[in-house]
Nanobody
Framework: QVQLVESGGGLVQAGGSLRLSCAAS????????MAWFRQVPGKEREFVAA????????VYADSVKGRFTISRNSAKNTAYLQMNSLKPEDTAVYYCAGDRSPYTSVYVRAETNYYYWGQGTQVTVSS
């Protein structure tokens, strides 16, 4: 089975940057549509970004558009989320997710679209 492990979270001041990594193992990474979600206590998981299997198509939540970039490196079986110009409202546990279903613009924003999930990594942005 596929396992996803996030890393790269931490504490950063507003305006700073972090790069999250999601290492995949146990399956064919190139067959996975990949996504990032985030969650704060008491709230639903929020869609952040997604990328198609071939990396040609991406979509972002309006709240992060222009600041975050999703990417993938098939040779390393790893997806990334580059986060720039971080704001306190970005504070959350960030999860990577993957699924063998093809990229579909409507469904990639929904957590129910993804079968495989990482354990999450904490991102805290201070004022």
């Amino acid at each position: 089975q596929v396992q996803l492990v996030e890393s790269g979270g931490g504490l950063v001041q507003a305006g700073g940057s972090l790069r999250l990594s999601c290492a995949a193992s146990g399956g064919d990474f190139s067959s996975l549509t990949m996504a990032w979600f985030r969650q704060v206590p008491g709230k639903e998981r929020e869609f952040v970004a997604a990328m198609s299997r071939d990396g040609r198509t991406t979509v972002y939540a309006d709240s992060v558009k222009g600041r975050f970039t999703i990417s993938r490196n098939s040779a390393k079986n790893t997806a990334y989320l580059q986060m720039n110009s971080l704001k306190p409202e970005d504070t959350a546990v960030y999860y990577c997710a993957g699924d063998r279903s093809p990229y579909t613009s409507v469904y990639v924003r929904a957590e129910t679209n993804y079968y495989y999930w990482g354990q999450g990594t904490q991102v805290t942005v201070s004022s």
